[in-house]
């Protein structure tokens, strides 16, 4: 009998909800520390190290699955007073992501391309779909009797989100004219500055392509070139040339689907705010701000950079607080739910 009661007693406390949070933060402080560390390239030319981009998807695809797993978790349960679908669509939000990221970890990582469109995206697009449909019946659920300022409030955070994401996806014509952008430089056609521009344009063009090629790359053509830069096979090549054209239209659905799920959580975290509940969902806003940073951070970048950025920066540590964020909120919410519920048994009982 004490053999069972010491099983019973010792096996759930490696579940509980102080040892899940303990671990989320662990993982979170971590990979603060090893993106602060080691996020600096170690020269222009080389870029970031191999095993650094590595260890990035460990720690993005590690929180990501652990909040899907937390997430399914309150889905099974019976007893989750936001609902079992809320937290299915958070789950299946929380393993699209994992294997979107394992997807470009190894399109990136492996085949050494830096695509516009990869098979990763069609994971990317259903995780917004479904992280905006459960949180829509989170929202739906709960009657939104906010007040004046809320209202204001929610209405310059969506303006804010708006304002921020037509920046990041205006095109250079319109940067330009707005004063955000330097205009496109003249190229110049005399002899002088011709011979300069030959021998420096192209090795900052192509520093990160040249490597190991022979003496001789202008005698190759572009086909031959490609292939010796990546270790991709053929269809990998032609599936990213067959996917290239949708990218616009894509990015352009993030941007809109991130604006979204932000105004979506500033309206959960007003709804929320002050009740039984409100600590799980400020977890789940706070984790799609963060999502919302890392995402805005990201195609930011790789609009600066034009396509040649190495993910890996700083501020993408956000996308591994986004996930353990989504999985905090999903243990508070359980922990509250299966606590609320055995203490109105001790009631009927005593």
């Known amino acids: 009998m004490s053999s069972t009661s010491e099983k019973s007693s010792t096996s759930p406390s490696l579940l509980s909800a102080q040892t899940l949070v303990i671990v989320g933060i662990v993982w979170a402080v971590t990979a603060l520390l090893f993106f602060l560390l080691f996020s600096v390239?170690?020269?222009?030319?080389?870029?970031?190290?191999?095993?650094?981009?590595?260890?990035t998807y460990i720690f993005e695809c590690g929180a990501y699955l652990g909040a899907a797993l937390v997430c399914f978790?309150?889905?099974?349960?019976?007893?989750?007073?936001?609902?079992?679908?809320?937290?299915?669509?958070i789950g299946l939000g929380m393993l699209f992501y994992f294997i979107a990221g394992v997807l470009f970890g190894i399109w990136e990582l492996y085949f050494?391309?830096?695509?516009?469109?990869?098979?990763?995206?069609?994971?990317?697009?259903?995780?917004?779909?479904?992280?905006?449909?459960?949180?829509v019946v989170a929202v739906t659920s709960k009657r939104l009797n906010l007040e004046i300022w809320q209202w204001g409030l929610l209405a310059g955070i969506a303006a804010f989100g708006i304002a921020v994401?037509?920046?990041?996806?205006?095109?250079?014509?319109?940067?330009?004219?707005?004063?955000?952008?330097?205009?496109?430089?003249?190229?110049?056609?005399?002899s002088a500055p011709t011979a300069k521009g030959k021998g420096k344009a192209p090795a900052i063009e192509n520093s990160s392509q040249s490597k190991g090629k022979g003496a001789a790359p202008a005698a190759k053509?572009?086909?031959?070139?490609?292939?010796?830069?990546?270790?991709?096979?053929?269809w990998v090549i032609a599936l990213d040339k067959q996917l290239s054209p949708y990218a616009y239209a894509i990015?352009?659905?993030?941007?809109?689907?991130?604006?979204?799920?932000?105004?979506?959580?500033?309206?959960?975290?007003?709804?929320?705010?002050?009740?039984?509940?409100?600590?799980?969902?400020?977890?789940?806003?706070?984790?799609?701000?963060?999502?919302?940073?890392?995402?805005?951070?990201?195609?930011?970048?790789?609009?600066?950079?034009?396509?040649?950025?190495?993910?890996?920066?700083?501020?993408?540590v956000f996308f591994v607080f986004s996930g353990i964020l989504f999985g905090i909120g999903a243990i508070l919410e359980h922990d509250i739910s299966t606590r609320s519920r055995q203490s109105r048994r001790t009631r009927r009982t005593a």
């Open 251 to 316: 990015n352009l659905f993030y941007i809109v689907g991130d604006v979204f799920l932000l105004i979506i959580a500033t309206a959960l975290l007003l709804a929320f705010w002050g009740g039984r509940f409100s600590q799980s969902w400020r977890m789940i806003a706070a984790a799609t701000f963060s999502l919302y940073i890392a995402d805005m951070y990201f195609k930011w970048r790789d609009t600066q950079a034009e396509g040649s950025y190495q993910s890996g920066s700083l501020l993408e």
């Open 41 to 55: 390239p170690l020269s222009q030319e080389e870029g970031l190290p191999p095993w650094y981009s590595i260890g």
């Open 73 to 89: 978790r309150n889905w099974r349960s019976p007893h989750m007073v936001s609902g079992r679908n809320v937290w299915l669509g």
């Open 112 to 135: 050494e391309l830096d695509p516009d469109v990869s098979p990763a995206d069609a994971f990317y697009l259903g995780s917004y779909v479904v992280l905006i449909g459960g949180m």
């Open 221 to 234: 053509s572009a086909p031959e070139e490609e292939t010796e830069a990546t270790k991709a096979p053929a």
């Open 165 to 190: 994401a037509i920046w990041v996806a205006a095109p250079d014509s319109w940067r330009a004219q707005l004063g955000m952008a330097p205009p496109a430089q003249e190229v110049v056609t005399g």
